[in-house]
């Protein structure tokens, strides 16, 4: 109960914070209607989330995490328009609605992509301006890249079959965005100390999250034809498995920070959920 309410402060701070800045963003029309429809889509928001609880466990003020939590949510939803999109997954729903490309066009949907990965760093370039916030946009723009190329591996290899390959690229793919969740606030707190515990905290969170996700999209039969998917290569057992060994591998980073009860509660809300 105390981690639901926790949860939906963040989420709260997070929501009022980015109805601000997408009201700044210097837009209209067709491209304010379809950035804004995807952006407010209904998305669980756990990376602002994350970032905020890493930062209130650190000590960091939130309005000094707030434009990354921003900027990183901005480069989230581009890639969910673009992964819809034909050449892509060419997805027709995204969270129950009408993706962005079905509901306005294609090119709309390129361009509003575009858009928000451009408004990711117009937004927070204003504001950085210390040697520690250049550096927390840089972690942000070298995660970014490895999003990307994980996608790239994600579309190229049809099929991998070594499971090192398979996890390498979710590391990629889905684990960067969620590590930058955890190194953007520690280096605005200056705590290079715990970069190596947070950094394979965001790892084993992010996959996780995939093989999780990768569970549920199997079960309710929702993957795609060609696309990856840990269950459809190594089948359910062998998913719960990993899932389990990913589990454990937080809970021992973990059980060196007992008072983040935050975070062990999120990991617990990250494997039980089911859609
Ligand atoms: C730039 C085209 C392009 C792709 C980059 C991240 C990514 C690669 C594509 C997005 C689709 C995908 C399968 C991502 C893996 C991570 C994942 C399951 C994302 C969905 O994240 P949630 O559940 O989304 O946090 P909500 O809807 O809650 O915001």
């Given amino acids: 109960m105390e981690f639901q309410l926790k949860l939906n402060e963040y989420k709260f701070i997070a929501e009022e914070y980015f109805k601000k ?38 000590g960091v003020d939130f309005s000094l995490v707030l434009p990354f939590a921003f900027s990183l949510e901005c480069i989230h939803e581009h890639s969910l328009i673009h992964d819809d999109l034909p050449a892509l997954d060419n997805d027709d729903v ?23 990965l451009n408004y990711a760093y ?10 520690e916030k250049i550096k927390a946009l840089s972690v942000l723009a070298s995660s970014t890249g490895l999003m990307l190329s994980g996608q ?23 684990a960067s ?17 715990l970069i190596s515990d947070f950094s394979n905290l ?21 993957e795609a034809k060609d696309e990856l998917n840990f269950v459809k290569i190594f089948g359910v057992k062998h998913a719960l498995d990993i899932k389990n060994e990913l589990y ?15 975070l062990k509660s ?7 959920r089911c859609e």
């Fill in 202 to 222: 965001g790892r084993s969170i992010g996959l996780l999250f995939q093989i999780t996700d990768d569970i549920i999209d199997y079960s309710k039969r929702l």
């Fill in 177 to 193: 965005l969620l590590t930058a969740c955890f190194t953007i606030p520690l280096i605005l707190a200056n705590k290079g100390e």
């Fill in 94 to 116: 995204r969270r129950g609605k009408l993706s962005c490309h079905k509901k306005f066009s294609e090119h709309l949907a390129i361009l509003s992509g575009d858009y928000l």
């Fill in 21 to 58: 800045r997408i009201s700044e963003a210097d837009f209209s029309g067709s491209l304010s209607e379809a950035v804004r429809y995807s952006f407010f889509g209904g998305g669980k928001r756990i990376r602002p989330v994350l970032m905020l609880a890493v930062s209130d466990y650190l």
């Fill in 122 to 131: 117009e937004a927070c370039l204003t504001i950085c301006d210390t040697p």
């Fill in 248 to 262: 454990f591998e937080c809970n021992k980073i973990l059980d060196k920070h007992k008072d983040f009860t935050f």
């Fill in 266 to 272: 999120f990991v617990d809300y990250i494997s039980e």
């Fill in 152 to 174: 790239v591996l994600d579309t190229t290899s049809q099929y991998e079959t070594a499971e090192a390959s398979l996890i390498s690229v979710y590391e990629k793919k889905t």
